[in-house]
């Protein structure tokens, strides 16, 4: 035995026998004898050993990819949550879920007190302003044949623009609620949604009791809006990033969503916007995206997996599958072909690991070949080779 060339020890040779019986091939108990020299593992041309290896090529990876998690919402840009201004029971619903609607489509009708006393002040107001014209045209004629004091004619003129002023606040309330401001005092208001869209949410039946503060609240955590109508074919997609992560984010930048109920299907996506502020308690900072779901096979609130690549990408880095990369003391390691049949470990700098895949920034070169099945065998033989 030269001084820098051993010949694998029994106890290796017991550990190479039982991890390649659990291998590709068995390997018999008089397998030729493996060289170790240095990082260097070499199998003779012969050896039935090198059956349970397994070699790929590496790829390139142009740009680094890394992954975080986020959570699917409505896109708040084309979303409404509808909410009674007024107080009553409901009369009718017009719509169900899933319902395409249009821009002001009836959606509920309501029986309101407020809303009938609202119809009787406009109708008031109204019949109040047309007498208040005929009494001030009345009162200007008497004074222009001096029948009447000047004071009378100033009387019917205050008195008309009061009333005025009083149609037009009656007129301008029913309009706000999407009423029309002529016909029958009936108290049935009905419920409009401004947005078009599909309806995503219903918390409304016919017989309920519908209460105007939920308006005023306007918060869904206490009180759940009548109607939620929506686009569902995008959606939005909230991220939470660490202050590590911060430098990987530029608003327009490509986002990548993968959901676990769709394996392998890709979804497209883009970013855009950044929060300004960390949360105190989980000290990330909050980024959104915008993600297309033409198909609508996501569904809001789903959490998913989002890959973005990096702004800053390396140009040389590579991956390889997980099971090439072995760490010690430390360090992350590769077994590098070098010959057929001969392997070189070699230090390497790992970056994020997708899909079984783990980015190198530095080590190996897309030229090389690396082991992937095998490597703590081979480490193994390199520390029985370093005893001896």
Known sequence: MTPRSIVLLPVAAGLLLL????????????AAPLSVVGD????????????????????????????VT???????????????????????????????????????????PDFAQAQADARKAEADFLLAG?????????????????????????????????????????????????????????????LAGVLVEKNINPGQEVRSDQLLANAPQLFAPQ???????????????????????QPGQSLRIFSRAFGGRTFEGRLESIGQSLDPTTRTVRARGLVNNADLLLKAEMYVDVELDSPNGNPAAVEVA??????????????VETAPGAFQR?????????????????????????????????EAALEDGGKS
Not at 19 to 30: L, R
Not at 75 to 92: K, Q
Not at 228 to 247: A, C, K, N
């Open 19 to 30: 991890v390649a019986a659990c291998s590709k091939a068995p390997v018999p108990m008089d």
């Open 40 to 67: 260097r593992v070499t199998f003779p041309a012969n050896s039935p050993q090198r059956a349970s290896l397994t070699v790929a090529a590496v790829e390139p990876r142009p740009t680094e990819v890394h992954r």
């Open 70 to 112: 986020g959570r699917l919402g409505w896109d708040e840009d084309a979303t409404v949550r509808i909410y009674s201004p007024l107080a009553g029971r409901v009369h009718f619903v017009a719509v169900n879920l899933g319902d395409q609607v249009e821009r002001n489509a009836a959606l509920a009708g309501l029986d309101s």
């Open 134 to 194: 005929r009494t001030l045209a009345r009162t200007q004629d008497l004074f222009a044949h001096g029948a009447a004091p000047r004071k009378d004619v100033d009387t019917a003129e205050d008195a008309e623009a009061g009333a005025r002023a009083e149609q037009q606040r009656a007129v301008s309330r029913l309009l706000l609620y999407g009423a029309p401001v002529d016909g029958d005092v009936d108290g049935l208001f009905t419920l409009r949604t401004p």
């Open 227 to 249: 109607f939620v109508i929506s686009d569902p074919h995008r959606l939005w997609v909230q991220l939470d990033i660490t202050e590590m992560e911060m430098g990987l984010l």
């Open 322 to 335: 997980s099971s090439a990369v072995f760490s010690k003391d430390g360090r992350h390691y590769v077994f």
């Open 346 to 378: 070699r230090e390497i700098e790992p970056g994020v690991e997708s899909d079984r895949r783990i980015l190198v920034r530095r080590g190996l070169q897309a030229r090389d070949r690396v082991l992937v099945e095998g490597s703590l065998l081979l």
